[in-house]
């Protein structure tokens, strides 16, 4: 289907007499070109499931439910960051700055969300997770209060919401205020995330897995040095009972309550909406709370002038884990990681008890808004918006001594993301014939950002009850705001950014047989230089109803369109530091250590040697797309199905290249990557069986996505480059992990191979590899293993996406079920390779020497790899080689419901007459999963595609609830 995008009304009527001209508007409105019942979308979320389940971000809402939509969840725990990527992704991820510039737009009611802009990962040591209370700021909606959900993917309708829309759209509808009688409903439910069953494990288990390497390798000294925590057998603390679990999973409740009151006459009507959720995990005590409410008012004053108001309000408060790795991945500083904590119940709840003298407040707050005039005279059409976005994110920490070896810490932080968008739309609409019309549009937006931060970190406070930072708040004072008691550290931020965009837009139609729709739009970006200040950009769709041309409607064949669309549209950047070239920035830090700014304690500024040069002449980043769609309705409606095809290329990417180490710099910015993704959607809808009294109904829903990428070029003409641990190489996919291919182990030295040139054996970067090592393939033959010898494989992008499910309807009974898969994914098993590769793990003591309690938990079964010697220097366990490269496809049983609406039941009570639906239900998610992934699930994986093991389970939960309207 081929879409525009209109400052429409909801819904349009030119009633007589004194009838308004306008109903309400929530603001901008993506309409299908020539919609009726009979076109199918391909890009819509089926809400009648999401609204019986208890999930709390629009990326769980998405998550196998739209065509073309792949969700990165990698952690259970509620309310964290989940990524959304449409139709794959035009860059390496290369860091979680990346992850801002590839993903879909998240639009309500046609404002386009503000997030966290990723510049504050530029002063932390570690980029597990942002600075403040990282929470997901696309957890602000409730699905009870949404009308629909639509993926935007098609480049014409991309190109009216311009550089916003380069990435994809989601775009949300909310429920609005309506005339008419008043309408009220209630829904809630209640329910359980039950413990997780695990095997808990003790010391024995890990000294008999490591006791072989031991027996096999290991020298006196080597055993000499064989860690503490196993080396005494009688030690109950690590060798007695593994109790630990019961403390750790628990069983844990949800619960949500929501009500909505709307009313009104045609000039003058209202909505109100309000609810209050806990969404929580059995892992760690996590959860998210949510309170939230929305107004709506719709006024018109005269019959042709429509004034429109939102105000959407949304407080989460997050209750965090307790895991060490993200504590201190805060704190910057690596305590002594020797000994793990213990399994014995009694002496971790010791450990947990310390967090009573923990303070760590989660909180955000969330208003959108807008203020709409819709005006309708004759033919012309006006809209104007006023609409704004905000959000501010507040985060109190503090951990006692006894949780760092007598070292407190003490951090808070505070930020605001601000968004104003000011639009004004002017259209004509001209009757060329009886059933010809052109529609003119003209207009212009102004969107202007603001991206905030302030954040303290202090360590040794006085003692572990002076939890805040004090300072003489006497501005004549002379330590004026300086700490008292904690070593402060301070760091503000702000960046600020506007968007300036002109457009026009034509639509012609032919009756109901053919429509055009063409856009053009001006941008211009404050993040872009002065002379690649603004961007032309242009999209455009064909819509042909074969229906009414070459077809007759039938019983068989129902409706037939086919339709055509291409764009070319602008991408935004999300720093300014490419606005003004080359200029000075605070990089005077040492490595590893990127928030000390100072040289010899003096604070200064240094060109850009850390962070890479940014030279002149940056054009805008573009892509081209093109996709071709068939939507057709089957056997009078009862089957539909929509099929698009798509090729997008991502061009003038920016990347930081190497360059020789004499320059000073760790690299230049340079334009010139382009990556090609390319595949197909499918969705289908069939009612195999009508539902009619006293007979069963079944409707059966399926969605797949079917991608590939490929980087087909790369800046100055190069046919590879080398990015830290990823390489990129022309004509090889974007997602691709770069490793050594592993073809088992030399059990003797007498196995390796030797140079018949030079008689010695073979090496690893001039180490002469012995019996006990891998046997890497030496792709080149040059009898030397080194980076060259590395190949491409694998990837973790998806090749394969999407859901599928059923309703089965049965009087007032029902049953939805949905499943959610992937297929073609891989991921790196670091945590495999930590486990195996103990030795250097522990000796390295950094942040991937971090032993959780979970370290006393089997994941997965290590036995199946080979047994390297993990003293040698080579490094036989190294993450980065295929042996850990895992089959990451799995299928999922999502949800499963059933329900019993009173409503519909035959001989019903007169009580329910009164309501419009009156459901009770029962719910449960994440039920059952599928793979052959060797860890615990395959979705738990990083942005980049690293399973390391630390992410939370994805929650199961059993819930019951009511829907009541009326």
């Known amino acids: 289907m081929a879409y525009c995008v209109v400052f429409a009304q909801e819904d349009s009527t030119a009633a007589a007499g004194d009838s308004i001209k306008l109903k309400a508007t929530v603001g901008i409105t993506i309409a299908a070109v020539d919609a009726d019942s009979s076109d199918i979308s391909i890009n819509k979320v089926p809400l009648k499931f999401i609204q019986k389940q208890p999930y709390v971000s629009v990326q769980q809402m998405l998550k196998g439910n739209v065509a073309g939509v792949y969700i990165q969840e990698p952690s259970g725990e509620p309310g964290t960051e989940q990524n959304i990527f449409v139709h794959g992704i035009g860059a390496p991820l290369l860091n979680k700055k990346d992850l801002f510039e590839q993903q879909a737009t998240v639009f309500v009611n046609g404002i386009p969300l503000i997030r966290e802009n990723p510049f504050a990962y530029e002063v932390q040591k570690f980029d597990i997770n942002r600075i403040g209370p990282a929470t997901n700021l696309y957890s602000i909606l409730n699905a009870d209060n949404i009308k629909s959900i639509e993926v935007i993917k098609d480049p014409a309708s991309l190109g009216f919401l311009g550089p916003m829309g380069a990435n994809g759209a ?13 309408s009220f409903s209630v829904n809630a439910y209640t329910g359980i995330v039950p413990a997780e069953k695990v095997t808990p494990l003790n010391a024995n288990y890990e000294n008999e897995f490591r006791m ?9 000294n080597d055993r000499l040095r064989y860690p503490a925590f196993l080396r005494d057998s009688t030690n109950a603390n690590y060798y007695g009972p593994s109790d630990w679990t019961d403390l750790y999973y628990k069983n844990t409740p949800v619960y949500a309550a929501d009500f909505s009151l709307s009313g009104g006459v045609e000039r003058a009507n209202f909505r109100f909406f309000g609810s209050a959720m806990k969404n929580a995990s059995d892992v760690d005590n996590t959860s998210l709370s949510r309170y939230a409410g929305s107004f709506f008012i719709n006024v018109a004053p005269i019959k042709w002038l429509m004034v429109s108001s939102m105000i959407n309000f949304t407080r989460l408060s997050r209750e965090r884990n307790r895991n060490i790795r993200d504590r201190i991945a805060e704190q910057g500083y690596i305590p002594d990681l020797t000994n793990p904590l213990t399994p014995n119940k009694t002496l971790y709840g010791a450990y947990l008890g310390e967090f009573d003298k923990v303070v760590d407040d989660n909180i955000t707050n969330s208003i959108q808004g807008y203020l709409a005039l819709t005006a309708n005279i004759g033919k012309v059409n006006y809209d104007g918006r006023l609409a704004f976005d905000y959000n501010e994110n507040m985060r109190d920490a503090f951990w006692p001594t006894t949780l760092l070896e007598e070292n407190n810490f003490v951090s808070g932080y505070f930020g605001y993301n601000q968004r104003v968008l000011l639009s004004n739309t002017l259209g004509y609409t001209f009757d060329i014939a009886p059933k010809q019309s052109l529609t003119i549009k003209g207009g212009q937006s102004v969107t202007t950002d603001v991206n905030k931060y302030e954040y303290a970190s202090g360590f040794k406070g006085p003692n572990d009850f002076i939890k805040i930072n004090m300072v003489n708040g006497d501005g004549g004072a002379s330590d004026y705001l300086l700490p008292k008691g904690f070593r402060v550290k301070y760091y503000p931020a702000r ?8 457009f026009g837009n034509a639509i012609w139609k032919m009756g109901d047989a053919f429509s055009f729709n063409g856009i053009v739009r001006h941008d211009g970006s404050s993040f872009m230089q002065p002379d690649s200040r603004w961007f032309t950009s242009y999209s455009g769709a064909l819509e042909w109803n ?50 000390m700014g100072s040289y010899v304690g003096i604070p200064g500024l240094t060109r850009p040697y850390t962070s890479g040069w940014v030279g002149y002449g940056m054009p805008w980043a573009y892509n081209e797309k093109l996709m071709l769609g068939l939507n057709a309705a089957l056997l009078n409606n009862r089957v539909q199905a929509g099929i698009a095809v798509y090729n997008r290329d991502d061009k003038q990417t920016l990347l930081p290249i190497p360059v020789a180490s004499e320059w000073g710099y760790t690299g230049v910015y340079k334009p010139g990557l382009v990556v090609n993704n390319k595949g197909l959607d499918l969705s289908v809808n069939a009612s195999i069986l009508n539902e009619k009294a006293g007979k069963l109904g079944w409707v059966f829903n399926a969605n797949l996505n079917y991608n590939r990428n490929e980087v087909t070029a790369l800046p100055d003409g190069l046919q590879e480059l080398v990015l830290g641990s990823s390489k990129l190489q022309t004509g090889k996919p974007v997602d691709a992990f770069w490793m050594f291919e592993n073809n088992g182990i030399y059990n003797s030295d007498n196995e390796v191979p030797l140079n018949p040139n030079t008689n010695q054996p073979m090496s690893y970067r001039g180490m002469t590899l012995k019996a006990g090592d891998p046997r890497w393939k030496d792709q080149n033959n040059d009898y030397v293993i080194d980076e060259k010898d590395k190949v491409l494989a694998g990837n973790y992008m998806p090749k ?8 089965l309807t049965h009087g007032a009974f029902n049953l939805d079920f949905q499943f959610y898969y992937v297929g073609g994914r891989n991921v790196l098993n670091q945590y495999a390779a930590n486990r195996l590769d103990f030795v250097n793990v522990e000796a390295n003591n950094n942040i991937n020497s971090v032993k959780e309690i979970t370290f006393w938990e089997k994941k997965m079964d290590l036995s199946g790899y080979p047994q390297y010697n993990p003293w040698s220097s080579v490094l036989p366990y190294r993450a980065d080689q295929d042996l850990f490269l895992d089959n990451a496809s799995f299928l999922k049983l999502r949800t499963v419901s059933l329900g019993y609406d009173f409503s519909k039941a035959r001989n019903h009570s007169k009580l329910f007459e009164k309501f419009r ?28 595609g690293i399973y390391t093991g630390f992410g939370l389970r994805m929650p199961r939960s059993v819930i019951v609830g009511f829907r009541l309207n009326f």
Do not use: H
Not at 556 to 566: H, I, P, Q, R, V
Not at 920 to 937: E, H, P
């Open 546 to 595: 074969l229906t009414e041309n070459l077809l007759t409607p039938g019983n068989t064949l129902s409706a037939l369109k086919m339709n055509l669309s291409w764009g070319r549209l602008g991408k935004l950047l999300s720093d300014d530091r490419f606005s003004g070239g080359a200029i000075y920035r605070v990089d005077m830090g040492w490595s590893g250590e990127p928030a």
């Open 917 to 944: 639906q009156s459901l009770v239900y029962i719910t449960g998610t994440n039920l059952l999963t599928f793979t052959k992934f060797k860890g615990d699930d395959p979705e738990l994986a990083d942005y980049n």
């Open 170 to 182: 989601i775009w949300i509808t909310t429920e609005n205020a309506r005339p008419g009688k008043s």
């Open 212 to 220: 072989p390497f031991y027996d096999r390798y290991a020298t006196i």
């Open 800 to 807: 394969l996406s999407g859901g599928f499910g059923s309703t």
């Open 495 to 502: 960046m600020e950014s506007a968007l300036v965009s002109f």
